[in-house]
Structure formats: structure tokens, C-alpha cells
């Protein structure tokens, strides 16, 4: 049986090319599929359109045997989706964002318990489950991300871009659990990546896109047999006329089977790279071109992306770091925060310290966590305690985050003057939403006692 089977899929956006230009995808039941190609190919739009998170124009989309069109949300219950950027909540804990997605998913509150102990188990989250997620290394936040995606039991999963960011061990820790979700559960998964190392271990088949259509799907060996002999790279200081003519003198040799130019790179294929390199150096010297380096390999899936894209997957896409937790939702509710952020933004590019100290990396400081927990309770005061007629009247809960407020002064005060440590932030984070909760308690409780006496 078919996951995914896309016909003719067209996509366009208002005063820009088609995104999506005829495309035709099938993902088998039970394999994964790697999905390549350069920025703006195509990958995500695909992705929206295939989990219904976009509308198409032409084409025909089927998903777990849904039509996309006709049937979305069939086909939402029977999909996990793990975007580029994270979906967590970084104030929830592992668990409270379990529950969460859980819930969302409409799933009996005994169930959902027993899922949360099944992933936590299987992404070796047990001990964290707990803890606020914005303690979590990267890696933990990946993986409590997945299994979200996975607590109401998809039979397919979409993973954009899975280990961006991470470092190479816990990269590869997670190609662990993505090859075990397949091989033991018999998930079917849906991958892009421009990490082809992370393609060639994973995937079943890949399929390269560019200009919006697929170019070519196989398995990753079979793409690389297609290329035959070896691969010669060349690299010259810049690509003017003597390494033209170098190129030219090479190709009447009558050993070269393809070629490619990549900026200043020549990536030649040949029968037996081993005879062929010193006669490419000698021919080199003998026309009086100098060359920066010279490179002999097995074809790879590089040298197949280069042949259907124009262009590696190292020049398509450079490394990429991912964005700090917080910088995903600072400035991002609009009002005075928002500028107070833009004006923080401008100060840290130009390179001034201001005396409140804006949101940046590393450690918050007492003072900073001090101010921004008075922004958060005055804006949610204004809006709780406000009247029909858009005048604030106090309340129990007003007062206490008036306290919280000033009790989180005086330890700014008091010997909290260095960095705080994230486990220090949780921590302070957690008592800040206890004593809201008990203060919201206290309120209702004093708003039923005075509709009694009335």
C-alpha cells in the first residue's frame, strides 16, 4: 500500500513562480523516504500541502488512503508532524506538553498517562519529564518534540529538518531512535534534510527536488551506481580563461565520462580515477595552470545532487545554527514588550550595554528575570481585570502579582546579583506560577463568599 501518493501536485503563490510545479511523489507504507533539495525547491511546501497544513491548486494528494482535499482531517489523525521550528512550550514541562498534545488530540486522560510513560521510557526522558523544557539540552528538546508528534499514534511522520542545530553526537543519537521507530514500530516517515550523510543512513529511497518537481527517486546506492567510475574535483583560485582551457584540453583526453562546474570547482567522473589523476596534473603544469586543490572519491549522494540540482548540497544549504529558545517568542506579543525587544535588538548590534540588560544568550541575570516578569503580570493584569467599559478594577490575583513582583525585586536586591543558572531560572519560574495559582484560588474563593453574603 501507498502512505503518500501525489499526482501532478501544483502549487503557486501570488506574484511569484510555482513553488510546486507538477509533482508526482509515492512513500510506500513502511519505508522511510528522504526527501533533498536546494532552498526554495520545493521540500517545504510539499510537507504543508501533504499534511494539510496548506491548500494546492492542481494535483491530486492522498495520505494514509485520505484524500487530502475531501478528507483533512482523517488524514491529520493518522500524521505526526515535527516542523523545522520546534512546537513546544518552553514554561511547560516534558510533561504538561505531552498532556498538551494529548488532549488536543481528544485522547482519554488514562491513555494519555499511558503514553507519556511509554515515550518517556523510549526517548529515555523519565528522569526530565518534569522540568521545565527550558532546562532541556537541544537534544531533549528534539526528542520531546517528536514525541508529541507521536503520543496519539500516527501511522505516518513528517521530520523537517529533525537534528538542525545539533551537535554530531546527539545528532546521531537521534538517527538511533528515528531507525528504531521504523524498524520496530513500522512507522512510516517522510524525512528532509541537507545533512546527506543523515539521507544516506536513514533513508530508504530518496527523492531530489529542484524547480518544484521531483528530478529523480531511488535508493541512495543505486543513485550513486548511476555515476560511474570516480569522482575528480578540481579547485582553481577563480574560473577564468586558463582554467577554461585547462577543461578543454581534459575533455579531448577522451577519459571523461561527465562533468559539472560548481563556481571554481570542476567535478569531473571518470572510469579509474587512479590512472587519470597524474595525467591531470601533468596537463595542468603543462598549460601553466595552478590548482588550489585536487580531490579523487567515490561518487556520493553529493555528486548526484550535483547532477540533477547544478549544485551541492554544500553550496545549496551552509550549516545552520538553531535559534535561541527564548528568541522564538520574545518580542512576538506586540504592545511596549515588543518594542522595549526591538530596542534591546538595536543596543546589541551596535554593541552598548544598557542598565536593564536586554534578552540575549546565556544566563538571564535576577534583574533582567525581575523586569521581565513585571512586563508579563502587567499585561495580563490589564487584560484580566479589565471592565466592560475598559477600566481596570483591582483584584486578589492583582495584588498577589504586585507581591510576586516585588518579591522578585528584593532578590534581585538581596544576593541574586550574579547570572542565574537555568536550573535557578526554572526554579524560580515554578514558584512564580505556584503562587499565581494560589492567588487565582484565593480570588475565586473570596468572590464566592461575597456572592453569598449578597
Given amino acids: 500500500m501507498d502512505m503518500i501518493r501525489v499526482r501532478s501536485l501544483v502549487k503557486a503563490f501570488p506574484g511569484g513562480p510555482r513553488a510546486v510545479d507538477h509533482l508526482d511523489l509515492t512513500v510506500r507504507e513502511g519505508e522511510i523516504l528522504g526527501l533533498l533539495g536546494p532552498n526554495g525547491a520545493g521540500k517545504t511546501t510539499t510537507i504543508r500541502v501533504l499534511s494539510t497544513l496548506s491548500g494546492f491548486d492542481e494535483g491530486e494528494v ?25 512546537g513546544i512550550d518552553h514554561f511547560l514541562t516534558g510533561r504538561e506538553n505531552l498532556e498538551l498534545q494529548g488532549h488536543l488530540y481528544r485522547m482519554r486522560r488514562r ?74 514500530i513500522g512507522l512510516t516517515i517522510l524525512l528532509t534534510t541537507h545533512y546527506l550523510e543523515e539521507a544516506d543512513k536513514l533513508a530508504h529511497r530518496v ?121 522564538q517568542w520574545a518580542g512576538k506579543g506586540g504592545g511596549k514588550w515588543a518594542k522595549q525587544w526591538q530596542k534591546w535588538q538595536e543596543q546589541q548590534e551596535e554593541g552598548e550595554e544598557t542598565a536593564s540588560g536586554g534578552p540575549r544568550s546565556g544566563p538571564w541575570t535576577a534583574e533582567e528575570m525581575a523586569q521581565w516578569w513585571q512586563q508579563q503580570q502587567q499585561q495580563a493584569q490589564q487584560q484580566a481585570t479589565a471592565t466592560p467599559e475598559g477600566q481596570a478594577r483591582p483584584s486578589t490575583a492583582e495584588q498577589a502579582g504586585e507581591r510576586q513582583g516585588d518579591q522578585a525585586q528584593d532578590a534581585a536586591q538581596q544576593g541574586a546579583q550574579g547570572p542565574w543558572t537555568p536550573e535557578e531560572m526554572a526554579q524560580w519560574w515554578q514558584q512564580q506560577q505556584k503562587a499565581q495559582q494560589q492567588a487565582t484560588a484565593e480570588g475565586r474563593e473570596a468572590g464566592g463568599e461575597g456572592g453569598k453574603r449578597d
Avoid at 64 to 86: C, K, L, M, S, Y
Avoid at 154 to 173: M, N, Q, V, W, Y
Fill in 62 to 86: 492522498w495520505v494514509a488512503g485520505h484524500n487530502v482535499d475531501r478528507e483533512p482531517e482523517q488524514v491529520r489523525r493518522a500524521i505526526g508532524v515535527v516542523a523545522q521550528q520546534t
Fill in 111 to 184: 491513555e494519555i498517562r499511558a503514553r507519556i510513560e511509554e515515550l518517556a521510557h523510549y526517548f529515555a526522558l523519565e528522569k526530565a519529564l518534569d522540568q521545565l523544557v527550558m532546562t532541556y539540552s537541544g537534544g531533549m528538546r528534539r526528542k520531546l518534540d517528536i514525541a508529541t508528534a507521536l503520543i496519539h499514534r500516527p501511522r505516518l511522520l513528517f521530520l523537517d529538518e529533525p537534528t538542525l542545530g545539533l551537535d554530531i553526537k546527539s545528532r546521531k543519537a537521534l538517527w538511533t531512535y528515528i531507525a528504531k521507530l521504523n524498524q520496530e
Fill in 207 to 327: 527523492a531530489i527536488i529542484n524547480a518544484g518537481r521531483i528530478q529523480v527517486v531511488g535508493p541512495p546506492e543505486e543513485l550513486k551506481s548511476r555515476i560511474a567510475g570516480d569522482a575528480i574535483t578540481l579547485t582553481f583560485p577563480e574560473r577564468d580563461s586558463a582554467a577554461e582551457g585547462l577543461f578543454q584540453a581534459l575533455q579531448q583526453t577522451g577519459l571523461i565520462q561527465d562533468s559539472f562546474w560548481e563556481g571554481s570547482r570542476l567535478h569531473l567522473y571518470v572510469a579509474n580515477g587512479a590512472e587519470c589523476v597524474p595525467r591531470f596534473t601533468a596537463l595542468a603544469a603543462e598549460h601553466g595552470v595552478q590548482l588550489q586543490s585536487l580531490s579523487l572519491a567515490r561518487p556520493t549522494l553529493d555528486d548526484v545532487f550535483l547532477k540533477y540540482t547544478g549544485t551541492t548540497m554544500e553550496g545549496a544549504e551552509g550549516e545552520e545554527e538553531e535559534e535561541a529558545w527564548w528568541k
